[in-house]
């Protein structure tokens, strides 16, 4: 059974540009959560996906948006990169009502 | 805002060790708590978890951790510490009832433990 998967691994991106990263969830669940973890730092949390919308958004600007699709795989977009975005971004899966989040290996995006 | 503390940014131990990490949160509220730990080069992955009962609670590979409601605390102890152990851990908080995915985290304590 995989688990969380998250493409790319590693993704080299000039200020200005747009990006897209894809998650596909652990088998089972429906519930798709992105974290944004710069160097030193905890996990921040983006936004939250389940039903193909967005439930729930933390502290992030426009720039930021995403995308569930009907197979419950997700996609985090970022628009006009800047070079404070460049991180490590977590994709976390879950089941509706289950009581543990799954994550990803994530995507390190690095803005030039 | 609610917010994690982690005091130790990075502890160094000798296999054998005891260890204790220590974890404040900032809500008021009914939380549940976790501990996550990161592998090198591999994802994070859950070590333990509490929502009510037993403030003590057992977690994977020989860990456990103290929910003491009075001090906001959640610290994660582990009596005897392995090479095998050497990663980073993060505490997180959820507020009751809120989704699983709204995870708050703290920055992160690197563990290195000496052979």
């Known amino acids: 059974d995989a688990g969380v998967t998250q493409s790319p691994t590693h993704l080299i991106k000039t200020r200005g540009q747009q990006v897209t990263l894809r998650c596909s969830p652990k088998?089972?669940?429906?519930?798709v959560s992105w974290y944004q973890q710069a160097l030193g730092q905890g996990p921040q949390f983006i936004f939250q996906?389940?039903?193909?919308?967005?439930?729930q958004r933390g502290n992030f600007p426009d720039r930021f948006s995403g995308h569930q699709f009907p197979n419950y795989s997700s996609e985090l977009n970022v628009n006009a990169l800047l070079l404070g975005d460049s991180a490590l971004y977590l994709c976390?899966?879950?089941?509706?009502?289950?009581?543990?989040?799954?994550f990803g290996q994530g995507t390190r995006l690095t803005v030039v | 805002a609610q917010s994690v503390s982690q005091h130790n940014h990075h502890v160094i131990l000798s296999e054998a060790a005891s260890l204790e990490l220590g974890c404040n949160y900032s809500?008021?509220?009914?939380?549940?708590l976790f501990w996550y730990v990161q592998y090198p080069g591999q994802h994070l992955q859950l070590l333990l978890k509490?929502?009510?009962?037993?403030?003590l609670v057992k977690g994977i590979k020989g860990f456990e951790a103290e929910f003491i409601k009075s001090k906001f605390s959640f610290n994660l102890r582990k009596p005897s510490v392995q090479w095998s152990d050497t990663a980073e851990y993060f505490c997180?908080?959820?507020?009751?009832?809120?989704?699983?995915?709204?995870?708050?985290f703290g920055k992160g304590t690197k563990l290195s433990v000496k052979p």
């Open positions: 996906y389940y039903e193909e919308e967005e439930r």
């Open positions: 809500y008021g509220g009914t939380v549940n």
């Open positions: 509490y929502f009510s009962g037993d403030p």
């Open positions: 976390a899966s879950s089941e509706t009502w289950g009581t543990e989040a799954f």
């Open positions: 997180a908080v959820r507020k009751y009832g809120g989704s699983q995915g709204n995870l708050i």
């Open positions: 088998s089972g669940h429906d519930t």
